[in-house]
């Protein structure tokens, strides 16, 4: 067999010159291309790099992160009853956030940011905004215009990505709904990344309205200031709710106000960090109402959290919220206990179980939620 491989091999080989003739008679008889042909030719595969070198650096400038929270919710106020346009039942499945965020650095001193939210109640837009940063000064003062965090304590800005709870605390809650505003606002970083300001001009209202309801436009800002292992903050906002009252039904302008001073401290304990914050300030009232006046309100929020390695986190946050401080034995206070297991550097399972209790009148409505994230 190996000598029959052999002759087989040099017959070829000695044939090879043959056919290699054969094959340049006929390429001779091709014609050969002009000239022109040939620069034409040259220049469509100059456009298609161009083109590819295009595409290439449009992605190099795009910023793709997003992440998804599928839960779980056991609510003690479940029942199985139908309403008006929905059930009361709480006990269920459901995306509770599914979040794309495309950043597109288009140069070193523009961002246009935009995140739409994919949940099971539908699409909504969280941010979209674009940002002018000035190259001139070590500070780099951005100017942020569209939609936005409101700058105010530490919660609100703090991303539901990493928060290690469920939801943010109640005042936070009631007191800045969405977390969001449109406006215009300037912020930078200084005194050696130590000092940190935010300041913004928005139109009130959040984003549950489309438009403003007033032609006033409120101002919020929150200055922070870093001493290493502790972070300090105090936030302002003052504005004004238009509401519908039981004598004018085109509404009346109502003072809405807050005072925050926020704290968060990497402690001397390994892996304890803790957290915190307090608002003050006068919330409008509810439409149809009788006064003439804003409520005086409080609330404050407390952390504690134990990262045990990099697996596990142990988490206790406090919370209280007072919706009027004239009138007593009606604040709600919330004790939530959570374990985060972290599966990987893009998933984390929760576990996280809320005692609710209402000062008077307090109604079966603990909450469990077991939440699923994957991030990326």
Known sequence: MKVKLLIITLALALCAPLFADDAQEADDTKPKPTPEEVAAQVESQGEALTETRNVVEILNRLKITGYIQAQFVDDERSRDQLVTGGTRNLDQFSIRRGRVKFTYQATPTSKFVIQPDITTSGVVLKDGYVELTEPWTPWHHTLTAGQFNWPFGYEIMYSSSNREVPERSRVVRTLFPGERDRGLMLSGLGLNERFSYR??????????????????????????????????????????????????????????????????????????????????????????????????????YFYAIQNLGTKHQLVLRMDEYDPDTDVDNNAIRTINPTYIFHWDAHSKVMASYEFIENEANDPDDNVFTLRYQFLF
């Open 199 to 300: 300041v913004a001009i928005v139109n009130g209202t959040g984003t549950a309205s489309s438009s403003d309801l007033n032609q006033k436009k409120d101002l919020v800002a929150r200055v922070g200031y870093n001493f290493g292992a502790l972070d300090l903050g105090a936030s302002g906002y003052r504005g004004q709710d238009l509401v519908a009252t039981a004598t004018q039904a085109n509404g009346v302008n109502f003072d809405k106000d807050r005072l925050g001073v926020d704290f968060q401290w990497a402690t001397p304990v390994q892996g304890l960090l803790l957290r915190g914050e307090f608002i003050t300030g006068k919330q409008a009232p509810a439409t149809g109402t009788t006064r003439t006046k804003s409520h005086d309100v409080d609330g404050w």
